[in-house]
């Protein structure tokens, strides 16, 4: 399975950009798929979550009421919707994805950076 995450960019505060991310290859494999991101001498952090039915999607408490994750899953795609962007939401965003439900997250994109101006 490959993942291919893409929209990043750079934004004042208060603006929004939707991340995308593609999966292909063996894609029948793919349960919960999720979004991460690290910021400049941090460590990754947990960003969002969604299962394969699209309920009990989770947030980190950061980004709780302005970011949404959500998949259509005959595109392969997950996506997330920032909006009311921080300064400190700069990172670079990463999405993965689990091949069995509970487990670790075991694919990993490549990695959009997203820059938030103040």
């Known amino acids: 399975v490959q993942l291919q995450a893409s929209g990043g960019g750079l934004v004042q505060a208060g603006g929004s950009l939707r991340l995308s991310c593609v999966a292909s290859?063996?894609?029948?494999?793919?349960?919960?798929r999720g979004w991460f991101r690290q910021a400049p001498g941090k460590e990754r952090a947990f960003v969002a979550s969604?299962?394969?039915?699209?309920?009990?999607?989770s947030y980190g408490d950061s980004v709780k009421g302005r970011f949404t994750i959500s998949r259509d899953n005959a595109k392969n795609t997950v996506y997330l919707q920032m909006n009311s962007l921080k300064p400190e939401d700069t990172a670079v965003y990463y999405c993965?994805?689990?091949?069995?439900?509970?487990?670790?997250?075991?694919?990993w994109g490549q990695g959009t950076l997203v820059t938030v101006s103040s």
């Open positions: 290859g063996r894609t029948f494999g793919i349960y919960d």
């Open positions: 969604i299962p394969w039915s699209g309920g009990g999607i």
């Open positions: 993965a994805a689990k091949s069995k439900p509970g487990s670790a997250y075991d694919y």
